[in-house]
C-alpha cells in the first residue's frame, strides 16, 4: 500500500501538471500518464472519470495545493477526520500509516456469519435441511 503522504517523484508532479493543464493529447507524458493519474487519485490529488466513455481527470484541493506549494498541506484536525475518512488507511502521529479499524457492530456481525459458516457446512445434504449437493440432483 502506497503511503499518501510520500513526496511525489518528478515524473508524477508532470503528471499532476498535465492534469491542470486539461491533460492535452499532445502534452501527455510518456505511455504511462493514465497509470500515473491513477496512482495519483489513491492520492486525493485528482479525480478520474470515464463520464460518457471519455477519459478525463481533473485536479482536487489537494492536487492544486501540492503543485502551489510543491508538498502536501499540513493536516489539521478537521482535514485529518475528511482525509480518514476518504482513505483506505489512516495517518498516525509521527507520519506512519495504519490499516483502518473496523467499527464494532460490523466486526459483531462478521463474527455471527462466521459462526454459522460451520453449521451450515454440517447440516448440508441431511434430509429435511433444504440443501442438496449438486450431484444429488442430477
Not at 502506497?2 to 502534452?27: F, N, Y
Not at 495545493?65 to 476518504?86: F, H, I, K, M, P
Not at 464494532?104 to 460451520?118: D, G, H, N
Not at 434430509?127 to 449437493?133: I, Q
Request: proline share 7%; hydrophobic share 30%.
Amino acid at each position: 500500500m502506497v503511503d499518501i503522504a510520500t513526496p511525489l517523484k518528478p515524473h508524477q508532479v508532470e503528471v499532476l501538471r498535465w492534469v491542470e493543464a486539461g491533460c492535452p493529447d499532445p502534452g501527455m507524458p510518456g505511455d504511462g500518464a493514465k497509470h500515473t493519474v491513477r496512482a495519483l487519485q489513491g492520492r486525493r490529488l485528482v479525480t478520474v472519470s470515464r463520464r460518457d466513455g471519455r477519459w478525463s481527470a481533473t485536479l482536487t484541493e489537494r492536487g492544486r495545493y501540492y503543485l502551489d506549494n510543491g508538498r502536501y498541506q499540513a493536516v489539521t484536525s478537521t482535514a485529518t477526520s475528511d482525509l480518514l475518512e476518504s482513505s483506505p488507511t489512516q495517518a498516525t502521529s509521527g507520519g506512519k500509516v495504519r490499516q483502518p479499524t473496523a467499527q464494532p457492530s460490523v466486526i459483531q456481525e462478521a463474527t455471527v456469519l462466521i459462526e454459522r459458516l460451520p453449521d451450515q457446512r454440517r447440516h448440508r445434504g441431511r434430509v429435511g435441511s433444504g440443501h442438496r449437493h449438486p450431484r444429488e440432483l442430477l
